[in-house]
């Protein structure tokens, strides 16, 4: 059955809600804010005295700021649960997300090994589907944990397809345990290798290299500074605490240490990072035992310089030497130096995002305006086809192993619901494998994408996604979302959630903000360090077009992104907070000054700084959102979000952003922080939880920006 006649009959009754102007007629009142403490606490940095009277909250563990952390949810979930919309809203995503959700599926053996969410399942099972179509379950992450927090990963498969090592995330903590499966036989083996951290398993003979730091101290474990990242090797059957030390940087703590093996066998890969932009580069030959010393394929942390393939001798290399929008390269292993690199796959006015492997062919994936381009090349570098998508969208999963025939990837774009395609490799043919049953009708909406200029007259892109026909009169509920960081591309991708505001007449705009990938490194990098005002200015540019377009006004425009995104709204609502009549800042980096003191925050100073530097201390205070919170000022209506096992960007920073905007808030528009309990960054968030937050989320828009008939068919 289509979507479309699934949607006619799922559908086909209408109920109306209309929501109040909050301004207007406000109707919900806030509970008493808990009282938070403050403390004679001030540091000098560089001669500037800056005051941090809620520093205790950082103590994550402490019973007071657990006891904080309880009378705030309860002020929070007071005042949403008085919505009177909110239950409708989530019944309706409740409705929405009950949909089968499915992974592009990767051969091991004779068989296919895919993710699968039947609807609302609090976790996606991992399927092996045989050569004849039988369907069985290999592992479902839903049996370990009565409340679904516990969420489970492929990390790597053997080279032979017999093993298969996962990992088991809890509550949504960056902590990995490493397990094993036979996957014949569907045995669990007896190893178990904990404290792993961004780390995936790449086999060798019979066993794989893997990351992890020391074991932290007890209490510590989601806000200590991780240091020592560590490169072991595993042998299958073995006690962890035999695994072989491949590498640890003794005399530099604060590095991260990943590692690949080349398809073929031959070579380990390692990747040195200081931080989360450039890496350096290394490689072991396997041939000579694990024992061998690594060998440097390039040298320092600026540049970034990915090992695709080995293939007769020669290391083809994704680079960004030379070239900021990146080029494929040929590298002798004999003599890897800059000099001796050949081109296979230029650089071009597009960006070249990744380069997969498979068949004997190279799949080039571009970003032509943010959008994906997929073409296919032999090993010299030879143009051989461009694949059809269906539209302009995001794609993902190209490539296979070396005697493949066919692989699996996924298309998506804001109003085409991922969908998974069998690409045939002999003819360049691509069918349907799996299709959404969505109750969704995408010929309703439409996407397009525009450009205006920032502060300083950059043209930036931006997509724009509403219903057909929709008037344009300065009327619309707006949800304006960005990120503007750590090359991080934002791309079109589908969401059932985003349906909440599109079917009732609202409008989502993304714009691809100076600080992300979807340029080059030209455009990260005038994003970043001492650059990072332009990331605000671009958003903030966004939000006038979007007003002077007449698709929205003060009134009637929220701002959201998570993480870095977080950080981004934050600055925004303090800089200019008469723009905006709601914010958004999820799990965001708040606090400029200390965020690289704890977990794996040392890990940003490349991208944002550090106040340890007098030099970028004064920009960093300059847009830091904590310490720009001003005294008679009135704010958006704001809801923070965060969680209590986010060990990545740790809730201190949350917890001290509501606590100084509440202190602060002239208006009568509510702060509100909305802590999950067992959850972290993220990933491995329980169904449950994520209809929960979306409902809240949608809830407070709607109320704070009023007006809107919500009309569902």
Request: proline content about 4%.
């Amino acid at each position: 059955m289509s979507r479309i006649n699934l949607f006619l009959i799922t559908f086909a009754s209408i109920f109306t809600m209309t929501c109040q102007n909050n301004d207007e007629n406000m109707s919900i009142t806030v509970m008493p804010y808990p009282t938070t403490v403050k403390q004679d606490v001030v540091d000098n940095y560089h001669g500037t005295e800056v005051a941090d009277p809620y520093r205790w909250l950082e103590v994550d563990t402490a019973k007071e700021v657990e006891a904080w952390v309880r009378a705030q949810n309860e002020v929070t979930f007071d005042y949403l649960h008085k919505i009177p919309f909110r239950q409708q809203l989530r019944d309706r995503y409740e409705e929405l997300y009950n949909f089968t959700k499915l992974s592009a599926p990767r051969r091991v053996g004779k068989s296919l090994v895919y993710y699968k969410n039947d609807g609302l399942q609090n976790q996606a099972v991992i399927y092996i589907v045989d050569e004849n179509g039988r369907e069985e379950v290999l592992l479902d992450p839903n049996t370990y944990s009565e409340a679904g927090t516990t969420a489970i990963s492929i990390a790597g498969i053997s080279k032979d397809d017999k093993y298969m090592a996962f990992s088991i995330q809890e509550a949504g903590s960056d902590w990995r345990t490493f397990k094993i499966m036979d996957i014949a036989s569907r045995e669990m083996l007896e190893d178990e290798l904990n404290w792993v951290k961004f780390s995936g398993a790449a086999w060798h003979k019979d066993g794989f290299f893997y990351s992890r730091y020391p074991e932290p101290e007890a209490g510590t474990e989601l806000s200590k500074a991780n240091s020592f990242h560590s490169v072991y090797y595993h042998r299958l059957g073995s006690d962890q605490s035999e695994d072989q030390l491949i590498y640890r940087d003794e005399q530099q703590p604060r590095m991260y240490h990943n590692t690949s093996v080349t398809e073929d066998g031959d070579y380990l890969i390692l990747y040195k990072a200081s931080g989360t932009d450039g890496y350096e580069t290394w490689y072991k030959p396997l041939k000579e035992g694990i024992a061998a010393n690594f060998l440097p394929l390039y040298q320092g942390f600026e540049q970034k310089n990915s090992v695709i393939d080995h293939r007769d001798g020669y290391f083809y290399v994704l680079t960004d030497v030379d070239a900021p929008n990146y080029r494929l390269v040929k590298v002798p292993v004999s003599n890897p130096g800059v000099d001796h690199w050949s081109e296979v796959i230029p650089e071009s006015e597009f960006l070249l995002e990744n380069v997969q492997t498979g068949g004997g062919r190279l799949y080039g994936q571009f970003l032509e305006k943010a959008t994906h381009s997929i073409y296919e090349y032999d090993y010299d570098g030879q143009q051989l086809k461009q694949i059809s998508l269906p539209g302009t969208g995001s794609v993902g999963g190209f490539g296979g192993k070396k005697e493949d025939e066919e692989f699996y990837y996924t298309y998506t774009s804001f109003i085409y619901p991922p969908t998974i395609f069998k690409y045939d490799m002999e003819s360049g043919e691509s069918e349907k494998y799996f299709e959404s049953d969505l109750a969704f009708n995408p010929e309703e909406y439409e996407e397009k994408q525009v450009s205006y200029p920032s502060l300083d007259g950059t043209m930036v892109s931006m997509f724009i996604v509403h219903k057909k026909g929709l008037a344009l009169d300065g009327q619309r509920p707006t949800y304006l979302y960005g990120y503007g960081g750590f090359n991080i591309s934002l791309t079109p991708s589908f969401s059932a959630s985003r349906i909440l505001l599109l079917e009732n007449g609202g409008v989502f705009a993304m714009p691809n903000l100076r600080g992300g990938g979807e340029y080059g490194e030209t455009w990260h990098e005038a994003g970043m360090l001492d650059k990072k005002q332009n990331v605000f200015d671009d958003f903030i540019a966004a939000a006038e077009y979007l007003k002077k377009e007449n698709y929205t006004s003060t009134e009637k425009l929220a701002i959201a992104g998570r993480s870095n995104g977080g950080l981004l709204v934050g600055a925004c609502m303090t800089q200019h907070p008469e723009m905006f009549q709601v914010a958004f800042p999820g799990v965001g980096v708040l606090d400029m000054l200390r965020y690289h003191k704890f977990t794996v925050g040392w890990g940003w100073v490349p991208e944002y700084g550090s106040s340890d530097d007098a030099e970028q201390f004064a920009y960093l205070y300059k847009y830091s959102p904590l310490h720009n919170l001003q005294e008679g000022q009135s704010y958006p209506a704001t809801m923070i979000t965060t969680a209590d096992h986010d060990d990545r960007v740790v809730p201190a920073h949350s917890f001290k952003f509501a606590a100084r905007l509440q202190e602060v808030q002239a208006g009568s528009a509510p702060v509100l922080i909305r802590i999950d309990t067992d959850a972290g960054h993220g990933a491995g968030k329980p169904t449950s939880m994520i209809l929960d937050e979306q409902a809240d989320l949608w809830s407070f828009f709607f109320y704070h920006t009023g007006g809107v008939e919500m009309d569902n068919k």
